[in-house]
């Protein structure tokens, strides 16, 4: 068995009266690429936010690699190696495709405090953009402005910038909503593999059943805030409250 | 594209030709329009620092007056307590000053963003400009302080018999001097990448905290090197007018600076510039031609908004795009 590269213990959420993520306890084995799935509201999104930062928990515990981090802050995570995307996109539109991405670089090395260095004459971090765009098939549109590629280039140029900040956990909100049917598998084997040879741990959001079952190994299924079932692909088509819960209208 | 900033090879090649129209200038046009030019290119140092933060962060601060005062004041308090006449003493505590204040009063501003930063800069601009009414024991109330004309290079220029003529000379190529530095010294810094995770900032606050930058952290750091920036200006400016008085400090001021950078066009790293120097002529254009000065430059800003929200440089660039393209 591999060991946890993160565990929540009993994390709790609420928003009002609801309880958005329920005394979750979660754990993600170092290397496995893993499926969160949901229904709209079952906690899947509120669960990342904790863990990544963006919301304090009101209560429980999150460990990444042995060692608390419940409250550390969202720069001290990333610097642990946990990075993240969004549901909805969220670039810097008006800089470059290939500046989105050198700027992540720039942080990862902590030189984003530099003021007196030109940014664009480090050939070895351009080079690295370059070699992280290629890997992400945007490297025709690197001198673009962010703001103008389409629905389906921001969305990997969104998982671009978190990579390139080299995770060792990577949280993927939805990488394939509102692109077409037709742009979700290249997405999605441009993304897995990319995960797969970085050795990097995936904690990936979705809500296409068919994207899942074809993609990742290990499904973990929330409902109102708690965790429903976790198990293969096949134990998950067949588990019957998913099925209820989920599944029912769909094909599966 | 619409991302500030440009090459450093095309930025050379059309900023050479201006350098040295610059450096030609004084010797063709009589001495008055050469001090205007100087105002202008004063002013222009002023707008650079306070673009860092519109056009590159993203914060519109409506408080600048504060540090072109606190620049300006720093200088005649050396005067007055110190006794010194140096130009680089002066520059040197004009940056320290308006540094101190610009740290002081960023670490109160960069916790709010949009309408809340901007009043927040005001308030507290305007209690400086208090602060240089009330104590005139210190300041000089509303009669100011008296700076005479300084020496420059420690001590090696000094003013000979008519200050007209010193203003117009070597203060001239002075403040021409000081101003191309604070032109490369700026560029290099919105091209750094300080400067990229500063635009990160203003593009996507959320994302950018999700690549690492500590916001409030790097916005207070951009606060203070624009208010360095525009209190440098501040002391430049002072042997220019001879005197310094709490109007420097009031929010109208501010919104001269404000205005400077969006006559010129924010969204550009020139833009400022031009556009100080453009409303300095225009000013003084307006002031000699009418006494409802006031409303002229008020209409041109109306039309300036209503027609070319992009500003001068802005607009001009636009355009230079479109050309190419259907070249």
């Known amino acids: ?252 | 594209m619409s991302a500030p900033g440009v090459a450093p090879r095309r930025v050379l090649a059309w900023s050479a030709p201006v350098l040295a129209a610059l450096i030609v200038l004084p010797f063709l046009v009589p001495a008055w329009q050469t001090v205007l030019l100087s105002y202008g290119l004063v002013f222009a140092i002023a707008a650079l620092g306070f673009n860092l933060l519109l056009g590159y962060t993203g914060l519109l601060s409506f408080g600048h007056s504060a540090y072109f005062g606190a620049g300006a004041y720093a200088v005649a308090f050396i005067v007055k307590y110190a006794g010194l006449e140096s130009m680089e003493v002066f520059l040197l505590g004009g940056v320290v000053v308006s540094g101190i204040v610009a740290a002081l009063f960023g670490v109160l501003c960069v916790r709010y963003t949009r309408i809340f930063f901007g009043i927040l800069t005001m308030a507290l601009s305007q209690v400086l400009w208090s602060l240089a009414y009330k104590f005139f024991w210190v300041t000089g109330g509303s009669d100011g302080l008296r700076v005479p004309t300084p020496t420059l290079l420690g001590g090696l220029v000094r003013m000979g018999a008519d200050k007209q003529d010193f203003l117009s000379g070597p203060y001239y190529f002075y403040v021409l001097a000081v101003f191309v530095i604070a032109v490369a010294v700026m560029w290099v810094i919105v091209h750094s990448p300080f400067g990229k995770a500063l635009q990160a900032i203003r593009d996507n606050e959320t994302r950018a905290e999700f690549v690492g930058v500590q916001v409030w952290h790097y916005r207070w750091v951009a606060f203070v090197i624009s208010g360095i920036f525009t209190g440098l200006a501040g002391a430049l400016w002072v042997p220019l007018n001879g005197l310094t008085t709490p109007d420097i400090l009031h929010w109208t001021f501010s919104g001269k600076i404000v205005f400077f950078t969006v006559l010129g066009g924010f969204q550009t790293f020139f833009g400022p510039v031009i556009g100080a120097v453009i409303y300095n002529y225009l000013e003084n254009w307006a002031v000699g031609y009418t006494v409802y000065w006031q409303m002229v430059l008020g209409v041109v800003l109306v039309v300036l908004v209503l027609a070319l929200p992009a500003g001068i440089v802005g607009t001009v660039k636009r355009m230079s795009v479109r050309a190419a393209k259907a070249a």
């Open chain 1, 1 to 252: 068995m591999s060991v946890d590269i993160l565990k929540t213990t009993q994390l709790s959420k609420s928003f009002g009266d609801t309880h958005a993520v329920d005394h979750v306890d979660f754990s993600v084995s170092a290397g496995e690429v893993l499926a969160l799935i949901g229904s709209n509201g079952a906690g899947k999104t509120t669960l990342i936010n904790l863990i990544s930062g963006l919301i304090p928990p009101d209560s429980g515990r999150v460990d990444f690699q042995g060692s608390d981090i419940t409250h550390a802050s969202i720069h001290r995570k990333i610097q642990l190696g946990i990075a993240r995307s969004f549901q909805l996109v969220n670039l810097f539109d008006q800089l470059t495709v290939r500046d989105n991405v050198t700027l992540a670089i720039f942080s990862r090395e902590g030189r984003t405090r530099r003021f007196f260095s030109v940014a664009d004459a480090d050939t070895a971090v351009r080079d690295e953009a370059a070699v992280v765009l290629k890997e992400f098939g945007l490297d025709g549109r690197a001198g673009a402005p962010a703001g103008g590629l389409s629905q389906g280039e921001r969305k990997l140029l969104d998982v671009a910038v978190a990579y390139a900040l080299r995770p060792k956990l990577l949280f993927l909100d939805e990488p394939t909503s509102g692109v077409s049917t037709r742009e979700k598998a290249p997405i999605m084997d441009i993304i897995t593999q990319v995960v797969r040879s970085g050795g990097i741990t995936a904690v990936i959001v979705e809500h296409d059943m068919d994207v899942v079952f074809t993609y990742c190994p290990r499904i973990v299924a929330m409902h109102q805030g708690s965790i429903l079932a976790d198990g293969t692909p096949d134990q998950i088509r067949n588990n019957a409250q998913v099925t209820a819960n989920m599944l029912g209208t769909q094909s599966g």
